[in-house]
């Protein structure tokens, strides 16, 4: 029967010495492994319920999200772009009551 040693790196950089039989040391890195592949797919399947529940917008993204709110420079530099600087004094004077 073989008495093996192996040399184990852990997440924080620090060796581990792990001794037993070539079986033994394939049963404890076998079970490792296992518990990595479930830790990730269960992570994987929480990210993908979280991305799921979308958060309602709030009223400047919805303001902004509509096309005909669109105010854009028509000359210089920015041509083309959208101009916020008089879009959130548009929208400022819209809620105004």
Do not use: C, P
């Not at 924080?12 to 990730?40: N, P, Q």
């Not at 319920?49 to 400047?60: E, N, P």
């Not at 210089?76 to 009551?97: E, I, P, T």
């Amino acid at each position: 029967m073989l008495y093996n040693q192996l040399l184990v790196i852990t997440e924080g950089d620090t060796l581990v010495k792990i001794e037993g039989t070539l079986d033994e040391i394939r049963e404890l890195i076998g079970d490792a492994r296992r518990t990595v592949r479930d830790v990730k797919s269960t992570s994987k399947k929480v990210a993908k319920t979280a991305q799921k529940t979308k958060r309602k917008l709030s009223d400047w993204q919805r303001y902004i999200r509509n096309k005909s709110n669109h105010i854009k420079f028509k000359r210089g530099d920015r041509k083309g772009r959208l101009d916020l600087k008089a879009m959130s004094r548009a929208f400022k004077r819209s809620r105004k009551k």
